[in-house]
Nanobody, 129 residues
Framework: QVQLVESGGGLVQAGGSLRLSCAAS????????MGWFRQAPGKEREAVAA?????????YYADSVKGRFTISRDNAKNTVYLQMNSLKPDDTAVYYC?????????????????????WGQGTQVTVSS
């Protein structure tokens, strides 16, 4: 029902910045919230940040990225962004965009992977020291 396409990944040195974009298409009226997650080889997928799609634009961040990453939205463009500053080698991972359906009846847990219904294919972020 909803398709997500990430872009903006690449190779940067430690301390550098990247801006990721996630464009949503299809039945975007189904979207309640958007989130960014990441997964490094040999590790489980972990939450990075989340934002509600409409209304007061509530944001949520993992402790590991607070103060460095900023999530934002542009509803007119059906796009969510992740501005990443002061990047560290530990930030190296495939970053995935995800969307939670408005049809979900469960209580929303912003940084829980199981609370999202649609996923993009991911974009690689590599940070060298």
């Amino acid at each position: 029902q909803v398709q997500l396409v990430e872009s903006g990944g690449g190779l940067v040195q430690a301390g550098g910045s990247l801006r990721l974009s996630c464009a949503a298409s299809g039945r975007t009226l189904y979207v309640y919230a958007m989130g960014w997650f990441r997964q490094a080889p040999g590790k489980e997928r972990e939450a990075v940040a989340a934002i509600t799609w409409s209304g007061s634009s509530n944001t949520y961040y993992a402790d590991s990225v607070k103060g460095r990453f900023t999530i934002s939205r542009d509803n007119a463009k059906n796009t969510v962004y992740l501005q990443m500053n002061s990047l560290k080698p530990d930030d190296t991972a495939v970053y995935y965009c995800a969307a939670r359906s408005r049809g979900s009846s469960s209580t929303y847990t912003p940084l829980a992977t199981y609370d999202y219904d649609y996923w993009g294919q991911g974009t690689q972020v590599t940070v060298s020291s």
